[in-house]
Structures are given as C-alpha cells and as structure tokens.
C-alpha cells in the first residue's frame, strides 16, 4: 500500500505522462504550508516561461500570509499575467498529483479569469 506522499507522486507521474504526450505548455503548481508556487513549463519540459509564487517580494508584501486562498488567487492571477505576457495562452494544468480542492482550486480559477484556458 502507498502512503501518501508515494499516492501523490504516483498521481502526478501518470498527469505528467499525459501532458508531455500532448506536447502542451504546463501550468505547474506546488503547495506547501506556508507558500504556494506556480511556473508555466515548456511542452519540452526543461524550461520555465513564467513564474509566480508567495515568496515574490512584490507579492509578500501584499500578502499576511502566504498559505492561504487569498494568497492562491493572488498567484493565480499573477501567473496568468505573466503567461499572457510571454505570449501563452493555452495551458494544460498540472496539479502535481495535489486534491483539486481548496487553495489549488482558488489558483487555477483565478488563473482562469486571468485569460489562461485549462
């Protein structure tokens, strides 16, 4: 039986084959408790065209905290800016194996609103 870190990179492995298969740009988020990430990844998979995340000084002192939803929308908006600024605007979301639920969730639909299409 997994425990869940092996769960979640097992789930993340399988999205990930996937995704290199379509030969689409990748909308990559990770979490952790205090702080949240996202890069938008070349199809080819060695390279970041954009990035975001809580630990961005221009970011942090907007932000109290960076662990939560506000925060998450924050970055989800942030990198659907600098995605439309390097001229991306079709992604395919990787969750990195991640629950679709809470602050990955408030990402991806602020991501969403931002222009990016997932």
């Known amino acids: 039986m997994f425990n869940k870190k092996q769960a979640r990179l097992r789930r993340a492995r399988k999205t990930r084959a996937k995704i290199a298969e379509l030969k689409a740009v990748r909308l990559c988020v990770n979490r952790t408790n205090c702080h949240i990430y996202a890069q938008i990844i070349s199809p ?54 991640l629950q679709y639920h809470g602050r ?15």
């Open 44 to 97: 080819c998979g060695g390279k970041v065209l954009a990035s975001a995340s809580t630990l961005d000084t221009d970011v942090r002192k907007d932000l109290a905290n960076g662990g939560n939803k506000a925060a998450a929308t924050t970055i989800g908006k942030l990198i659907a800016e600098r995605a439309k600024a390097a001229g991306i605007e079709q992604v395919a979301f990787d969750r990195s194996g």
């Open 104 to 118: 990955i969730q408030a990402l991806a639909e602020a991501a969403r609103e931002g222009g990016l299409k997932f």
